[in-house]
């Protein structure tokens, strides 16, 4: 049970090495292809490989298919204002429709509010200069900062945000505005090894989870944001504070695990990767392969992340990629 942890590491490890497996395999292919286009010319070929239809890995659909797949994941995240590299206020604090169900929510824990107000005010008047009359009177400021903050939270809200936004920005421009410009090329170069083939395609799946990840963060970032007033409300009552103080620190930290990812992401591409291309050189065979596995293990650590950090409400986002990963291992179970 104590090794369980490093169970979902462990099966990662498991599919890149199927998938390098797989690779070599199309490579034995792609030889035993130009083995039988060169066999007219004199090279005697045996009948049973003769006789086996041997796909061509280098084909123009199945470049074309792999091309498309990874470029089109790498632009969705690369791009301007994307899920990996922005909170759109436009999407929380300021849109209408969750302007429009905070008010609700606010109204609502405004009148709970002020019923804990009145009754506490009734402990006052009713238990004299005993201890329950104490435990009225520090329990007012109490009362009414948790009002307060209800009526203030979208501010909250937004300052989180807001900072997030700016921390982003800030370690963008260490990458000249593209979080995955050095991803881009990867797709070029890869393509020319047949054995880096099924290393691609799992890094688009992995830049794929990674988007669904970022969406799933929003969702409950907007969902947080709505229930904002009634969190604090729940700070003013002895028996439901714990929930408050759970929601209101799940906020802030939903907010910055964006952070915390792209900045992850930067680090690997600014050293981690000039590193193997330094090390190896650009020009030997092994260097896309090289690249496509470092590669892996950084998008694989940013999605690990939201696990990492052990939020309960992190838990969606850190299972949205789980599934992808269950979807992945079963459908290679199969094969």
Known sequence: MKYRRFLPDLLFLCVVGIALLLGLLLFLFHLLAGWRAASPGGVTMPLALAAIPLPDPFTGPIIDAFKMVYQGAVAWLNRQGSLLVFTDPAATYNNPAVRQLWTIVL????????????????????AGFGSRYAEALEALPTLLFAAIGANVSLLFARFFIDLNNLVCAILLAQMGGQALGAFQTVALVALLTTIALPLLALLALLIIALGIQMSVRL?????????LPALFILLANHHTKRFGQAGLTAYPVAVFTQMLQLSVLILGEKTLLPFLAASIGPTTALAPVAQLLAGLALFWVTLRIPGMLRQWALAPVAESSQALRAVLIGTIARL
């Open 107 to 126: 109204i609502i824990s405004d009148s709970g509010g002020g019923i804990l107000i009145v009754l506490n005010g009734y402990h006052i008047i009713l």
């Open 219 to 227: 969702a409950i970032i907007i969902f947080l944001s709505v229930w």
